[in-house]
T-cell receptor
Framework: GAVVSQHPSWVICKSGTSVKIECRSL??????MFWYRQFPKQSLMLMAT?????????EQGVEKDKFLINHASLTLSTLTVTSAHPEDSSFYIC???????????????FGSGTQLSVL | SQQGEEDPQALSIQEGENATMNCSYK?????LQWYRQNSGRGLVHLIL?????REKHSGRLRVTLDTSKKSSSLLITASRAADTASYFC?????????FGSGTKLNVKP
């Protein structure tokens, strides 16, 4: 199946610093990528939808200046948590759908997630 | 959750038993999907059922869909310890995908 690579797997940072998370589709073109946030024992909360070459669409309540999303190519989207605070500590997961529907365009393929801990 | 609720929130069964999880959603759908998540990992797609389908099978998985009740169920037959994971339903399209609250399944060997 299609592969989505997400890095880093975990990151620890100090309050006030910025953290960048990368999400790459390795063997398919992803017109659209989704960024989710997951708290322990809870479901995935959609943060934003990222379309290649255009601005991301953020869900209500998600600060676009806080969570910067860049989808510069059909295989790469990045999420930057700016001026991170302890309350930003969470599990962040990216996903992508296959533009050409080779693997069934409606399916999502997920990265392995990034555990962010802000001290 | 953004999507809807799943029940039960947690389910513990013995290996070999069947596990049934239910999902309710809020909006009209084109399809509904089920995903599995092992602890601290990304999600893996299990099965997709379209809005004009009522039941679908894949190996030990059986999914039903009732669009009039906006609900779906996932049945795992002859469960194995390796089925221990969280299971989520999801609805959406190319623009948005929302997930249910999830069911944490524990299969005891």
């Amino acid at each position: 199946g299609a592969v989505v690579s997400q890095h880093p797997s975990w990151v620890i940072c100090k309050s006030g610093t910025s953290v960048k998370i990368e999400c790459r589709s390795l063997d398919f073109q992803a017109t659209t990528m989704f960024w989710y946030r997951q708290f322990p024992k809870q479901s995935l909360m959609l943060m934003a939808t990222s379309n290649e070459g255009s601005k991301a669409t953020y869900e209500q309540g998600v600060e676009k200046d806080k969570f910067l999303i860049n989808h510069a190519s059909l295989t790469l989207s990045t999420l930057t948590v700016t001026s991170a605070h302890p309350e930003d500590s969470s599990f962040y997961i990216c996903s992508a759908s296959d533009r050409l529907r080779r693997a069934g365009g409606e399916k999502l393929f997920f990265g392995s997630g990034t555990q962010l801990s802000v001290l | 959750s953004q999507q809807g609720e799943e029940d039960p929130q947690a389910l513990s069964i013995q290996e070999g038993e069947n596990a049934t999880m239910n999902c309710s959603y809020k909006t009209s759908i084109n399809n509904l999907q089920w995903y599995r998540q092992n602890s601290g990992r990304g999600l893996v797609h299990l099965i997709l059922i379209r809005s004009n389908e009522r039941e679908k099978h894949s190996g030990r998985l059986r999914v039903t869909l009732d669009t009039s009740k906006k609900s779906s169920s996932l049945l795992i037959t002859a469960s194995r310890a390796a089925d221990t994971a969280s299971y989520f339903c999801a609805t959406g399209n190319f623009n948005k995908f929302y997930f249910g609250s999830g069911t944490k399944l524990n299969v005891k060997p």
